[in-house]
């Protein structure tokens, strides 16, 4: 094996493909998270609507290519062309499609939530609602046609749009080319208008659910109340490393290291493992059980362990009819409570 020439200082790369290798591990822990679930989706919920199922296998497809990607970026820069540091200034196509596809799954899937607020909405309120997010959904989109001259930021053209900017970096991705001020401004646009949807629509799952408590019975209440945890970590978790990652953008002097990375590849599968965990809460959100308390007698080490003994109900016969008429009263109001998924 032949020794490789290296300085005795080395080069310290770890603000830079360091930053960048650790977002790409935390990207695959995530996947890892959305194998589990989406098998557990399709196991538990056979009978869900063909578009539901459609959704998740395209939203997993896409999540599985993102990491795999990422991956073979890395192994461009760190084994590929190892010491090559002009190379580490040039954002190949395998850096910068996974960068798309995460935009496409946070529009999926932030479009589902949206939808499903829409459902579960009534008034006025169930169309204002999706006519003020869609438009920020698809607003970093929208900004490829304004004209570059209405951001008032001083240029040799004043005619010069911004998809020019875009088309500038398509062609000539650099470091450099990306660490254009508008660009820079365009990145921190896109993950604070995705920040403040995410915050939005769990605010809004939060507003609906609560507004429906203490008008059913103590069943139905618990039913709510479980539907309200899941709507606040639907919003949370994204909306957190959307704000780390501009907080790292700011603090990290783009493009002279990569700490943003850290925290912006593991957005992709952040967002499908929301939709995953929405799908799959349903049952624990509509269950009444109750998990049995089991009683273990203590045994001697030389004895084998005694079976589980479970505790002996407690029914009396006036608490058999209220529960009679407990379960008459939610089936009766059964119909009336709204599918939250």
Not at 44 to 66: C, G, M, N, Q
Not at 204 to 227: C, E, P, S, Y
Not at 234 to 263: D, E, H, K, Q, R
Request: proline share 6%; with cysteine.
């Amino acid at each position: 094996m032949s020794a490789i020439g290296v300085g005795a200082a080395g080069v310290d790369l770890g603000l830079h493909d360091g930053a960048t290798l650790a977002g790409v591990f935390g990207s695959l822990v995530l996947y890892g998270a959305s194998i589990l679930q989406t098998f557990i989706y399709y196991l538990s919920y056979p009978d869900d609507r063909a578009w539901k199922k459609l959704l998740v296998a395209i939203v997993f497809l896409l999540e599985t290519v993102h990491p795999v990607l990422a991956c073979a970026a890395v192994w461009n820069y760190l084994i590929q062309n190892f010491g090559n540091f002009a190379n580490n200034e040039v954002l190949h196509p395998t850096i910068l499609i996974p960068i798309i596809i995460a935009g496409v799954v946070a529009f999926v899937v932030k479009t589902y939530f949206v939808w499903r607020i829409r459902c579960l909405s009534t008034g006025r309120f169930k169309q204002i609602f999706p006519a003020v997010m869609m438009p920020l959904i698809i607003a970093f989109p929208a900004l490829g046609c304004c004209e570059r001259s209405a951001v008032m930021v001083p240029t040799t053209n004043n005619n010069c749009r911004w998809a020019d900017y875009t088309a500038k970096a398509l062609m000539t991705p650099t470091l450099t080319v990306l660490a254009d001020p508008v660009l820079t401004k365009v990145g921190y646009a896109s993950l604070g208008i995705s920040a403040a949807i995410d915050v939005i629509i769990a605010t809004a799952m939060f507003v609906l659910l609560a507004k429906g408590r203490d008008q059913f019975n103590k069943h139905t209440d618990r039913i709510l109340f479980r539907w309200t945890l899941i709507s606040i970590h639907t919003g949370f978790w994204t909306a957190l490393f959307a704000v780390l990652t501009i907080i790292l953008i700011g603090y990290a002097t783009y493009p002279s290291n990569s700490l943003y990375t850290i925290t912006y590849f593991p957005l992709c599968e952040l967002y499908c493992n929301t939709l995953l965990a929405n799908f799959n809460a349903r049952s624990w959100a509509r269950s009444s059980r109750v998990p049995p308390v089991f009683l273990s007698s203590r045994r001697r080490p030389d004895k084998p362990m005694a079976a589980a003994v479970p505790l002996p109900p407690l029914d009396i016969s006036i608490e058999a009819s209220k529960r009679i008429d407990s379960e008459s009263c939610e089936n009766k109001t059964s119909t009336d409570i709204p599918c939250y998924v």
